[in-house]
């Protein structure tokens, strides 16, 4: 089937089975910082935001997205860049994998939340899994990014 | 890969119901959040994305919501978030995650029947009606102790009668399915005890409803109906826990559950 959206602020028509889920066909049109994970909806890896909110592409049906405005990680590099920073000063990043779904949902938490706390963003952040690096260090690097005391 | 030979964006209620009955496989789209899980082949795909069936609405007597309205609505809505003591934002913002609950659905939630649903727990303890195209209106308890429908679920019912809720549950981690989950409610009529997760479908206990309409709440009926209620109910094993260890944690939980209630008054 085909449908015509917007990524990253472009539009676009994309062609795609039925039954295809989003991250699928967002990696076969070249958006490879959408990363797949458990592809079972725990992990948060696959995450990217439909109209600003965050959804989980793997769970997400390629031809539910209709009109809504996609947005990968690409369209944020400028921001990414700079909450990346505050990750390498704080040692809170090994393998990396994980990275680009976990920053698309930090930086999603930090339009949502007002005054966050440290329980608001550990229960924000639930459905981001990294197995490297014990999230303590990005726990810092958050909050500073945050600007939390 | 799941396969879908045809998709509908249904264009009203009328349409959805008679692809539903006519078209051999077809199947209803909520948020698709276990869609990923199984294999299958779907004849038609049939989407309600556009019917505008994402809203809280308060009126008045009841609280309505579209059966397309996403668990984290729920979760915020300012409505949904804080009626009932805020039990319905407490029996969904532990499940998985904020991107997970932006996706799933009241309505797929609700239809799917899922043992292990927290929301279900909570939404029979508040008395939910359910509304279909078809069947018309019908509450949650009779849908879930029949076989389902197949039919569109349009909107869920809540009504506003005063009553005061409490919701808890035991996991193993925060964003795992519960152990065992328990929702309570008092309202002037009558009391619901509500236990699901165990692993079998969430049941409104009765007999241990009785009791505290007889006997009054308090500290000590809060435990005795916890133990009515583990008593009367059958509990089962999964790799998440044992039978036994379900019937032991239950009445405990319900104790919980009936003293918030006693101090939300």
Redesign the interface.
Known sequence: ?QLNTRINGRSITLDF???E?LYETLRRYGYLGVKQGC????C?LC?VW?NG????S????T??V?EHDVTTIEALQDEAHSFAEFMVAEGAEQCGFCSPGFTM?VL??KRELNNPTEESIN??????LCRCSGYKGQMRAIKKFMGVV | ???????LYASDLAEAYDTLQSMPGSVV?G???????GARN?GT?I?L??LGLDYVKDTGDTVEIGAMTTL?TLETNPLTSSLWNGVLKRAV??I?????R??VTIGGTVSGRYPFSDPITALLTLDTQLQFFKNGQVSLEEYLAGKGYKDILEKIIIPQDGRAAAFTSIRKT??DYAVLNIAVSRSAEAYRIVVGSRPGRAMNVIEAAEYLSENGLNEATAAEAGRIAAARLQFGDNPRGSAEYRKAICPVLIERALLEVIHAA
Do not use: W
């Not at chain 2, 890969?1 to 998709?7: R, S």
């Not at chain 2, 948020?31 to 899980?37: F, I, N, P, V």
């Not at chain 2, 998985?96 to 997970?100: D, E, I, K, S």
């Open positions: 089937m089975p039925n039954g889920f592809d079972t909806g725990n948060g995450t439909l909110k965050p959804v989980l793997c769970s997400t049906l031809a539910r209709g949902t999603a938490m229960h924000y952040l639930a459905g981001n | 890969m799941l396969q879908i030979d045809n998709y789209l948020g698709c959040g276990y869609l990923r899980l779907i795909a989407d994305s556009k984290r913002e532990n998985v995650g904020v991107q997970l932006n996706g925060r964003t």
